[in-house]
């Protein structure tokens, strides 16, 4: 069974205080929540109201709107209250409760995958109807399945509709793919048009320092029905039950593009304007809210490819949006066996947890290269490292077997600090990110832990 500890849970013990006005129990319709109120009484004072004549009687609970695992729970008594603002009935644990209330975070993940075969498609040609220009026609052959998606023209700094996204199924022709007389290109013609309301287009090449970035306009990819044969994916598997034990659910994003143009290989990360975050801002729907999560699989980047030192994966918190990408095709190689399928997951999981500061810089000591990690072991005292440690490798070019074996856990160690454990760290944090940094010589985490608002 599970036994609490002596002092370790108690009373009143939530993270966010009776100060911050969070835990009110309140009437339908109260607006006044001052120490006053008769229709609202703060967490730990007692509500008086009366039923209605079907006996019922009906309350409303506001919980905290930031910590979670924090806990509620409602008494309630036909007596009032003794002197000491307690019910008889609660020293002789009669009191009718309700069920314990626990507060969650709920995250959404927009996972995007990245086809592997396809083209953009041609500005000179139509932009609607059944037959389409592309850049490139060699993927193309006839009564092939393909799939066309669009996103609204970028770049992007909040939310746009989501009629703005759309994608649509069809098949090429028979004789339906002609080749230009002049390139690469050429014409694929469709066994039937696409819906009059969509139309797909090329957009033009944004600039940065005076280079041309990534494509980024609309495409067609193929799709055979074998997803590893079609698509670069992330593997979400490890991301649940991860962040569960810190009372956050990750939910599918229902975006209606699910699918990414291919890139062969990105320009990284690493200044406003760079090919990636041309490349987010134009295809993730969830850019600018809250609680949307980014993810998606890549076939390259200079980061997957450099010889000194090659990432398994990458993130982005920065500049109104939080997104991730994991060197997908780097990591699974031509074999894809199931265990480089869940190092893949490792890799999912640990880059996602580093769109929450997870391990901040300067607050641990023993994080080897001071960027977001740590060299700890699990909580389970198993010895094996932390999700969150620098390398996947012991330093010797042997893989860390905690990365394959299927487990995604985070570390745990006492710390005055209050940063003890990712698990609390994240608990603890805004939803789930901060997403713009304060001024120079401002440290982000001092202004992270502020009131949410």
């Known amino acids: 069974p599970y036994v609490v500890q002596a002092n370790d849970a108690h009373d009143n013990d939530n993270k966010d ?71 008889l009935c609660e020293a002789q644990s009669t009191c009718v409760k309700s069920a314990a209330i626990t507060a969650w975070k709920r995250i959404y993940l927009e996972n995007q995958r990245m086809f592997k075969q396809g083209s953009y498609i041609d500005s000179r040609g139509p932009t609607t109807g059944d037959t389409f220009n592309v850049l490139d026609i060699s993927p193309f052959r006839e009564f092939q399945q393909v799939r066309f998606v669009h996103a609204p023209a970028g770049p992007r700094q909040l939310p746009s509709s989501r009629s703005e996204y759309y994608s649509d199924d069809s098949v090429i022709a028979k004789d339906g793919v002609l080749r230009s007389s002049d390139g690469a290109g050429g014409t694929i013609k469709l066994q039937s048009s696409l819906p ?46 991860l962040f569960e034990l810190a009372f956050v659910e990750y939910s599918p994003s229902l975006s209606p593009v699910a699918e990414l143009p291919f890139v062969r290989e990105f320009q990284d990360f690493g200044r406003q304007g760079d090919e990636v975050d041309v490349f987010v801002k134009r295809w993730f729907e969830g850019l600018g809210l809250s609680n949307y999560a980014h993810l998606m699989g890549v076939s390259d980047t ?51 947890s580093h769109q929450w500061h997870v391990d901040p810089k300067q607050m641990y000591s023993r994080s080897p290269d001071r960027t977001e990690h740590d060299n700890l072991f699990r909580f389970d005292n ?33 710390d ?18 901060l997403y713009r940094y304060p001024p120079p010589g401002v440290d982000w985490w001092t202004v992270a832990v502020r009131p949410c608002n």
Not at 220 to 232: A, E, N, P, Q
Not at 345 to 350: I, L, S
Not at 388 to 413: I, T
Request: aromatic residues 10%; proline residues 5%.
């Open 17 to 87: 205080t009776f100060s911050s006005g969070k835990g009110i129990l309140m009437t339908p319709g109260c607006s006044d929540f001052t120490a006053q109120s008769t229709c609202a009484a703060q967490n730990g004072n007692v509500l008086s109201t009366a039923s209605a004549v079907d006996g019922k009687v009906e309350v409303v609970l506001e919980t905290t709107d930031r910590y979670a695992g924090d806990n509620y729970q409602i008494l309630a008594s036909f007596s009032a209250p003794g002197a000491d603002g307690k019910f």
């Open 196 to 241: 009059p309301a969509h139309s797909y287009f090329a957009q033009p090449l944004q600039q940065a320092n005076g280079r041309p970035l990534v494509d980024n306009g609309d495409y067609v990819g193929l799709v055979t029905g074998d997803d590893r044969s079609d698509f670069w994916t992330a593997n979400d598997a490890l991301v649940a039950p």
């Open 302 to 352: 200079t980061s997957c490819t450099s010889r000194s030192d090659p990432a398994r994966g990458s993130t982005h918190v920065a500049w109104g949006y939080g997104s991730s990408y994991t060197c997908t095709r780097e990591i699974l190689g031509r074999s894809g066996t199931p265990r480089l399928v869940r190092l893949l997951g490792a890799v999912t999981a640990h880059e996602l």
């Open 382 to 414: 198993s010895r094996l490292v932390c999700l969150m440690h620098s390398k996947y490798d012991d330093g010797q070019g042997n893989d860390l077997p905690e990365f394959f074996d299927g487990k995604a856990v985070f570390h745990y160690k006492s």
């Open 416 to 433: 005055a600090s209050g940063a003890d454990s990712e698990y609390r760290w994240i608990r603890e944090r805004c939803e789930p990110i």
